[in-house]
């Protein structure tokens, strides 16, 4: 990578033992086998074609590619420290390569042109949050030294490049909020190395490949794509699965051997079924959101001590039916909890209403059909808690803030009255 000053300081550490004198002699060498070093003509070659493939008018006056013209060697430009580009200066004075190229959030609008297959000492591609528009070239499958693709927020269109599985150093993918389409690719499983899998926010369709192979993955975010179909089988390593706005359906069961699972998030799919108690207890989860589905219960079992990491919940807008979970007021780290829209009937448990007090502070239960008296906690117009009971059955007084909205007409409720647990 291209080395300032300071970067030259960071690499002599190990050696301030030596004398100061010897020290400058290593910095001199460094330098000087720097400045001789020549940057390979095809690497200029290829800088030149991607900055001409980019609207000058939209291209940063503080950025390298403004003042940089076509006739200086990019890796001498200020000792080769310079905005965008890092180079790599071998100590045999042979030629010097481009290693990173990062545009991130430069404004930059235009084309990525397939001249960036040539650069195949790139380690790094970052053009997030840029215009980049027309689709990914599939010369990006040259690039074997590669382990960080980074395209997010742009206007890229077509399919993943189809050889991109053969990139088998890289770690990070993300071409998350662009307006890509096709299949993802079952290939791309074979990209061991992957540790984050990022394409949020395109046109993705078909089915999501078994990924089981990607056993060094954390991060999976696939939301708000077309993509429909049962879960495939996923790698066990996963921290983050994010798969909401889709059409996905079927049961969710199989996620109970992500042991490693933090953040889960289901919502706006059509998953029916019930949720697995063991996926509430998965040992380090603490935000599940399944809202906007299909399911009809959900288990909760009774957790003592610090067994469980939870500290969101969101299960609005299903079908669970039955009474409320009551053994939810054994998870010590939940502090908010939203199941609202369902078809919940029967008491609020009263333990709800002491763990307003204690660590609850978001409770939605609205668009049920709860019935009876509240809890005494929830009548005390000190407690202040986020949350809705509006739209049940209950005898809700007016003054209580969670009341807000009113309840369901007589007619509605007939029949819903089954008591307490």
Known sequence: ??????????????????????????????????????????????????????????IPRFSFLHSWNF???????????????LCSFPPDNTRSRITSLDLDAGGYDGFLTSAIGNLTELTTINLSKNRFRGP?????????????????????????????????????????????????????????????????????????PNLNGL???????????????????????????????????????????LKRLQVLDLSQNRFSGFI?????????????????????????IKISGGGSQLRVLDGHSNNLRGHLPVNLVTY???????????????????DYGRKLGQSWRSLFLDYNFLVGSLPTQ?????????GSLAKNCLSCPRNILLCSGGQRSASECVGQNHGSR
């Not at 200086?72 to 310079?82: I, R, Y």
């Open 136 to 208: 990914i070239p599939d010369t990006i499958s040259n690039l074997k030294m590669l382990t960080r693709l980074s395209l997010s927020e742009n206007f890229f269109t077509g399919g993943l490049p189809t050889r991109i599985s053969t990139l088998k150093m890289l770690q990070i993918v993300d071409v998350s909020y662009n307006n890509l389409s096709g299949l993802i690719p079952a290939a791309i499983s074979g990209i061991r190395s992957l540790t984050q899998l990022r394409m949020s926010n395109n046109g993705f369709t078909g089915r999501i």
């Open 276 to 300: 697995d108690q063991a996926i509430l207890n998965l040992p380090e989860v603490n935000h599940i959101n399944v809202s906007v589905n299909r399911f009809t219960s959900i288990a909760v």
């Open 215 to 257: 056993w060094q993955l954390n991060t999976l975010e696939l939301s708000s794509n077309q993509l429909f179909g049962y879960l495939p089988q996923l790698p066990t390593s996963l921290r983050t699965l994010s798969l909401s706005h889709n059409i996905l359906s079927g049961g969710v069961s199989t996620l109970r051997q």
């Open 332 to 350: 010590a780290n939940l502090t908010a909890i939203n199941l609202g829209h369902n078809q919940f009937s029967g008491q609020i448990p009263p």
């Open 1 to 58: 990578m291209c080395v300032n000053s300071a970067s030259l300081n960071l690499m002599a550490k190990p050696m301030q033992s030596i004398s100061s004198c010897l020290y400058s002699i290593i910095i001199f060498t460094f330098i000087s086998g720097f400045v001789h070093s020549i940057t390979l003509q095809s690497d200029i070659e290829a800088l030149r074609s991607l900055k001409q493939a980019i609207d000058p008018i939209s």
């Open 71 to 85: 006739h200086v060697d990019p890796c001498q430009s200020s000792g080769g420290n310079f905005l965008g580009i």
């Open 378 to 386: 929830f009548n005390l117009l000190a407690v202040r808690i986020r």
